[in-house]
């Protein structure tokens, strides 16, 4: 079963901008997936398709096999959306907005699961006190208590990280990791991408209203992330005509204190490093140092989004 599949999703804002262009995306159930783009490429506009804040312009989506757009109540009580813009009436405590958020689902305030979710918030000294108190951070965190409030088993989070510190966004994260081991879907957007790959287990990579990629976080990082050979001679090496003939297939580039090829893939998923570096060795002798260096999460993005301006 996948806890979403969306289809044909577009959404043109009245003033003709498309911020969503035909997007079919499938998140499975148990995933914990990371939606990804530059500013502006969409995440939002989806984001708010799938919290029904948003009206979409064509597209279908099926929350658990059931339509999101026809069977709305019943989708709205499996869904906990964090959205990114933050909003309390200040005069309500962060008890009192758990407690209203309850009775907008049709559930009876449930005490102990809010004292646990202030407790894992780090919010149990703050919860008797005005949200116009909080800090901009705890406001977010209360953002969270409030989405999962209910036991939605989809829980979106729209950039939660922006402006909590290291030490809670840990701590946030670690939260969000328990709930997906129970079982619980967790869709999130952030530009942290270094704690996106390290949480995520799928990842989809949207940019100008298109969807570029979606797939397993390992695949994408074996399939589209690349890696480089560095082979450091102390000293630049002027690659020649015949030294770029001879190398194309590794796409050598001087560095400053040598050069780096790209490696590919032989048989049995054997990486050509060795072919590479006796390649390197054969024309400009053996280095001083060499080393690896693969793509990360973030360089890939960076590439894929860099080729979409392009085209
Ligand atoms: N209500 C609206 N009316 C018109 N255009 C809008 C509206 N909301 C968003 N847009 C535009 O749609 C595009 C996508 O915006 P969206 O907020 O979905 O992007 P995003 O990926 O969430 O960006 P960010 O990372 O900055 O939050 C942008 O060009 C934005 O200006």
């Known amino acids: 079963m996948n806890a979403l599949e969306i289809t044909g999703l577009s959404k043109t804002y009245s003033n003709g901008k498309t911020a969503l262009n035909n997007v079919n995306l499938t998140v499975p159930q148990g995933s914990f997936f990371a939606l990804l783009g530059p500013n502006g490429a969409g995440k939002s506009t989806l984001i708010n398709m799938l919290a029904d804040t948003v009206r979409p312009t064509s597209g ?20 906990g959306v964090v959205p ?12 009192e907005v758990l407690r209203f958020t309850s009775g907008l689902f049709g559930c009876k305030p449930d005490e102990a699961w809010f004292d646990e979710l202030f407790e894992r918030l780090e919010l149990k000294e703050h919860c008797n006190k005005n949200t116009r108190q909080l800090s901009g951070g705890m406001r977010r965190r209360l953002l969270v208590a409030q ?10 989070l729209d950039e939660p990280t922006a402006g909590v510190d290291v030490e809670l966004r840990r701590r946030l994260w670690s939260f969000m990791r328990e709930l997906n081991e129970k ?8 530009h942290y991408l270094d704690e996106a790959e390290e ?3 799928h990842v989809a ?42 190398l194309a297939s590794f796409e050598p580039r001087a560095t400053e204190d040598g050069v780096c090829m790209k490696l590919g893939r ?13 390649a390197a060795v054969s024309r400009f ?12 999460l973030e360089d890939v993005f960076l590439r894929l989004t860099a080729k979409e301006k392009a085209s």
């Open 84 to 95: 990114q813009e933050i909003a309390f009436d200040p005069f309500f405590t962060p008890r």
């Open 60 to 79: 279908k989506v099926n929350l658990f096999g059931k339509n999101l757009f026809l069977d709305r109540a019943w989708c709205k009580k499996r869904i």
């Open 266 to 278: 032989l048989e049995g998923d054997r990486s050509t490093f060795h072919v590479a570096y006796e």
């Open 147 to 156: 989405a999962l409030v209910h036991r939605p088993e989809l829980v979106i």
């Open 183 to 190: 079982g619980i879907t967790i869709l999130l957007t952030t």
């Open 285 to 296: 002798g053996p280095p001083v140092d060499a080393g690896v260096r693969s793509e990360d």
């Open 205 to 246: 990579i949207i940019d100008q209203g298109n969807l570029l990629t979606a797939r397993p976080m390992r695949e994408m990082m074996r399939e589209i992330a690349s890696s480089h050979l560095c082979l450091n001679y102390g000293r630049a090496i002027e690659l020649t005509d015949d030294d770029l003939a001879a």
């Open 199 to 201: 949480l995520c287990d």
